[in-house]
């Protein structure tokens, strides 16, 4: 699925009319593949058609999104919680993700034990499905 801006932008936050077309498959929740305004790639995001927000973009640029991004973008925020800030110690609470800092934007995952991520949906997505766990610690 696919989205195209009207309006250039760096901005993460892409408004209903700055969207100046979708394809059919882009539904609540996609990643999208994010068009600028020539219909040239432009980066990737997530899609919602109904949110006062519907395309938030997390990664800007040309090439293509790899498949295992966010598992990629989830084990470098755990490493630094982990290896870098050694949070375990401190702590049985705590964010593992913080969405852009970590570049895994809108993916909040916080935990209240180390054996047990929870992902938070996007409030808006009332069909959201969660994907695959994966184990961090």
Same mark, same amino acid.
């Given at each position: 699925?696919w989205?195209?801006?009207?309006?250039?932008?760096?901005?993460?936050?892409?408004?209903?009319?700055?969207?100046?077309?979708?394809?059919?498959?882009?539904?609540?929740?996609?990643?999208?593949?994010?068009?600028?305004?020539?219909?040239?790639?432009?980066? =990737?995001?997530?899609?919602?058609p109904?949110?006062?927000? *519907?395309?938030?973009?997390?990664? !800007?640029? &040309?090439?293509?999104?790899? @498949?295992?991004?966010?598992?990629?973008?989830?084990?470098?925020a755990?490493?630094?919680?982990?290896?870098?800030?050694?949070?375990?110690?401190?702590?049985?609470?705590?964010?593992?993700? =913080?969405?852009d800092?970590?570049?895994?934007?809108?993916? *909040?995952?916080?935990?209240?034990? !180390?054996? &047990?991520?929870?992902?938070? @949906?996007?409030?808006?997505?009332?069909?959201?499905?969660?994907?695959?766990?994966?184990?961090?610690?």
């Amino acid at each position: 699925p696919w989205v195209q801006m009207k309006y250039y932008t760096l901005h993460p936050n892409v408004f209903p009319n700055m969207i100046g077309a979708a394809s059919a498959g882009a539904t609540c929740g996609n990643v999208v593949a994010v068009r600028d305004r020539e219909g040239q790639p432009f980066g =990737h995001g997530f899609y919602n058609p109904s949110a006062r927000v *519907p395309l938030r973009i997390f990664r !800007h640029g &040309a090439e293509p999104l790899a @498949a295992d991004h966010f598992e990629q973008a989830l084990r470098a925020a755990a490493g630094l919680r982990s290896d870098v800030l050694r949070l375990q110690e401190e702590t049985d609470a705590l964010r593992l993700v =913080h969405a852009d800092g970590d570049g895994a934007d809108q993916t *909040p995952v916080q935990s209240t034990t !180390h054996d &047990a991520p929870e992902r938070q @949906a996007p409030p808006q997505c009332n069909d959201w499905r969660h994907g695959p766990a994966v184990r961090i610690w």
